[in-house]
T-cell receptor, first 116, second 112 residues
Framework: GAVVSQHPSWVICKSGTSVKIECRSL??????MFWYRQFPKQSLMLMAT?????????EQGVEKDKFLINHASLTLSTLTVTSAHPEDSSFYIC????????????FGPGTRLTVT | DAKTTQPTSMDCAEGRAANLPCNHS???????VYWYRQIHSQGPQYIIH???NNETNEMASLIITEDRKSSTLILPHATLRDTAVYYC?????????????FGTGTRLQVTL
C-alpha cells in the first residue's frame, strides 16, 4: 500500500518550453502533496505544499509563477515548470500524505528534468 | 522544528549491524524522530519513527535516549542494498501543515 507514482520518470526539454510533471497516489487519497527539488549531491529542498482544491503554499524563494502547481483531485497533483531554463535542471520529487492517517509522507520515485 | 546533526558518512560491512547516530538536543516534548533513507536517484523511503520509546519494525530499530536528545537507527544485518543516504528528521506529528525538512543526512556505504 501507500504507493506514489510520478510521470515522466525523466524528461529532456529545450530552454523556453514548459514541462508538466504528474504525481499520483495510487492506492490512497491524499489531501496534501508536497513537491521537492534536489540538485546533484545536495539534499531535498521543499518547494511547495499542495492542497486539494486550494492554492499551493510555496516556500520562500520559490517562484510561484514559474512552478505552477495544480491539485485538482485527491489522487493527482501536477507541477508545471514554465519557460524552463538549464538552471531548472534537477530531480523533482513529490510526496503524498494519506488523508486522515497521520503525517507520514510517501514519496514518489522522482522525475529527472534536463533542460538543454 | 528541532535541528539534527548526523555524521556525513559511515561504512559498514555486509551482515553487520549498522548504527547511525543522530543528535537532536533541542527537541521538544511533542516532537517525533523520523528516519528516511534515499537510495541513489530514487525518492526517499520511510523507515521508522518514534517519540520516547524504542521502536522496531521489519526494516530497523530506533533507539531514543531517555533525555531524547539523541537517537540511533539500527539496521541489524546490513546488506549492499542498504547503501543510501539516511536522514534523521525531528518534527511535530500533529498539524495539517506537516513539512519534512531534510538535512544533509548520513551516507552509509555497505561493503563486502
Amino acid at each position: 500500500g501507500a504507493v506514489v507514482s510520478q510521470h515522466p520518470s525523466w524528461v529532456i526539454c529545450k530552454s523556453g518550453t514548459s514541462v508538466k510533471i504528474e504525481c499520483r497516489s495510487l492506492d490512497f487519497q491524499a489531501t496534501t502533496m508536497f513537491w521537492y527539488r534536489q540538485f546533484p549531491k545536495q539534499s531535498l529542498m521543499l518547494m511547495a505544499t499542495s492542497n486539494e482544491g486550494s492554492k499551493a503554499t510555496y516556500e520562500q524563494g520559490v517562484e510561484k509563477d514559474k512552478f505552477l502547481i495544480n491539485h485538482a483531485s485527491l489522487t493527482l497533483s501536477t507541477l508545471t515548470v514554465t519557460s524552463a531554463h538549464p538552471e531548472d535542471s534537477s530531480f523533482y520529487i513529490c510526496s503524498a500524505r494519506e488523508t486522515g492517517q497521520g503525517i507520514e509522507q510517501y514519496f514518489g520515485p522522482g522525475t529527472r528534468l534536463t533542460v538543454t | 522544528d528541532a535541528k539534527t546533526t548526523q555524521p556525513t558518512s559511515m561504512d559498514c560491512a555486509e551482515g553487520r549491524a549498522a548504527n547511525l547516530p543522530c543528535n537532536h538536543s533541542t527537541i521538544s516534548g511533542n516532537e517525533y524522530v523520523y528516519w528516511y533513507r534515499q537510495i541513489h536517484s530514487q525518492g526517499p523511503q520511510y523507515i521508522i519513527h518514534g517519540l520516547k520509546n524504542n521502536e522496531t519494525n521489519e526494516m530497523a530499530s530506533l533507539i531514543i535516549t531517555e533525555d531524547r536528545k539523541s537517537s540511533t537507527l539500527i539496521l541489524p544485518h546490513a546488506t549492499l542494498r542498504d547503501t543510501a543516504v539516511y536522514y534523521c528528521i525531528v518534527k511535530w506529528r500533529s498539524g495539517t501543515a506537516s513539512k519534512l525538512t531534510f538535512g544533509t543526512g548520513t551516507r552509509l556505504q555497505v561493503t563486502l
